[in-house]
């Protein structure tokens, strides 16, 4: 595992831009005054104790969720209340989440195929092949006739991954892919996230994996109570942490 060398230039292209985005869900801020920049390449981990917003954040950049204030742009398109916007950046950015959320009736290939057939218009053997060849990137093509509920958690998160990289996304938006599996799974699951990240793909990664932060995290971003409180490259994170919450935090987690 080392990812860590190829330094992102700060000029890359922005990717994913937040902008003085705030979000109340009723009465309660959920987000407040978030600022952030996501460049071609970059791979970030977030973290942050539970309930400090990071699943909302995350969910806001593909709109399953909505900010009331601020601006959010993908890939130079704005992030409003325009359905064709909205799809544009859907299109633009795949997303995997702690609990899989993959079709329990539909096959493996099937859950693989069906944004190809049906976003894409893809004819179904063509939807078939990008299916297999990213089932082998994520070392499962021989399970591609089974139902997810008959693999494993840690399987079944690489067919997530393996669906989303069908759609050929720019960015990778991940929540927590590994809290819901079984220990000895989790490593297949970080294996592949690795590898990607070496390819270069632009990652945002919500994850309390610290060894993962460590070896591919060109940023690391610390979440509480709705803001960002701290971001730094993985070193002075870990090692010069400047907030007293950021290390108290660290302090549980390590
Ligand atoms: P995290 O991912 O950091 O654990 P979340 O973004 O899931 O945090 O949640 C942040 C806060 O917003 C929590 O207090 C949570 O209870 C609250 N929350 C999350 N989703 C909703 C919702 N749909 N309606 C009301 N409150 C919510
Ligand atoms: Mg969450």
């Known amino acids: 595992m080392d990812a860590t060398e190829s330094q992102v230039e700060p000029t890359a292209e922005p990717v994913i831009e937040l902008s003085n985005v705030n979000k109340w869900y009723g009465d309660f801020h959920v987000l407040k005054d978030i600022n952030l920049t996501v460049r071609r390449g ?7 104790p539970s309930g400090s917003g990071k699943s909302t954040m995350i969910r806001c950049i593909n709109r399953l ?3 009331q204030e601020g601006d959010i742009t993908v890939g130079g398109v704005p992030l409003t209340n325009d359905l064709k916007n909205i799809e544009h950046i859907r299109k633009d950015v795949g997303m995997v989440f702690q609990h899989f959320n993959l079709f329990p009736h539909l096959t493996v290939r099937e859950n693989c195929t069906l944004g190809l057939i049906w976003v894409h218009k893809m004819p ?5 092949e990008i ?6 990137r994520v070392r499962i093509p021989d399970q591609a006739d089974k139902y997810p509920g008959q693999l494993s958690g840690g399987q079944q998160q690489r067919v997530a991954i393996a669906r989303s990289l069908c759609m050929n996304p720019s960015v ?11 220990p000895e799974m989790i490593k297949e699951v970080l294996d592949v996230m690795v590898e990607l990240a070496e390819e270069g793909m632009t990652m945002l990664c919500v994850t309390h994996e610290m060894g993962f932060a460590k070896t591919v995290a060109d940023r690391v971003i610390f979440m509480d109570g709705g803001q960002i409180i701290e971001e730094n490259d993985p070193d002075r994170f870990f090692n010069q942490p400047q907030s007293e919450r950021t290390r108290l935090f660290l302090g549980q987690i390590l």
Do not use: N
């Open 131 to 136: 299916a297999m060849k990213y089932l082998e």
């Open 42 to 48: 970059e791979r970030i981990v977030i973290c942050g």
């Open 65 to 67: 969720e909505e900010h």
């Open 124 to 128: 179904k053997k063509e939807a078939d």
């Open 172 to 182: 990778m938006l991940f929540d927590e892919p590994t809290s819901a599996l079984d």
